[in-house]
């Protein structure tokens, strides 16, 4: 599709559909994130092409889900192509953000990275193999709840270890902004879920 139609869009938001709820427009978040460059001399073509993707709030090291993940992806790459990732904070599957050739192009070799496995492999994990190349190329990016308002996972909520602010039916980061999405929401407590929903409505 966006091989075929990409050119009529500006930004494009790929996401998971069955946990994820908009509190706002994540393109909102687009704009907002470019006026931070405005001050920024140098190189900002990654400003036209470009991907952004968003943390779990949490490092590899703290889920036993990212490690067993990671191992089981890692277990047939070659050696000199093992990645330590343990002190990496873990890059969420189901949302990514771009311009729509770096989004398409980033999707491709998600696919094409998981080709090479002979066992179970997640894209999640693929991502966040990737990413340990990738975050030396300025046109690919992370956001993180604890400080940023794109995205909010369920999971970083329910570990105890972002802890959003919860006023008037919203979800919001520490410094008050309402989160753009909150992805995996069906992880939350009771409580916050039935906010959500019947703010919602």
């Known amino acids: 599709y966006l091989n075929d139609h ?42 036209n092409h470009f991907v952004v993707l968003t943390s779990e709030g949490f490092k590899v090291s703290q889920s036993g889900f990212a490690c067993i993940d990671n191992f089981e992806f890692q277990s047939d790459v070659p050696e000199p192509h093992l990645k330590e990732i343990k002190n990496n904070y873990v890059v969420n599957g189901g949302v990514s953000l771009g311009t729509p050739q770096a ?62 602010q919860h006023e008037d ?7 008050g902004h309402p989160y753009a999405i909150i992805h995996q929401w069906d992880r939350l407590d009771d409580s916050l879920r039935q906010s959500l929903l019947s703010h919602l409505d």
């Open 169 to 175: 039916g919203f979800l919001k980061n520490p410094q």
């Open 103 to 164: 989004l398409m192009n980033f999707h491709f070799l998600i696919w094409a990275t998981m080709l090479k496995t002979r066992g179970r492999c997640t894209d999640q994990s693929a991502i966040n193999y990737l990413m340990s190349i990738l975050n030396e190329d300025a046109s690919y990016s992370v956001s993180y709840p604890q400080h940023d308002w794109l995205c909010l996972t369920g999971e970083g909520v329910k570990e105890g270890i972002v802890q959003p």
């Open 6 to 47: 990409g050119h009529k869009y500006r930004h494009i938001i790929i996401t998971d559909c069955r946990d994820v709820l908009f509190q706002q427009s994540p393109f909102e978040w687009v704009d907002d994130w470019k006026t931070r460059f405005k001050s920024v001399h140098g190189n900002k073509d990654f400003l």
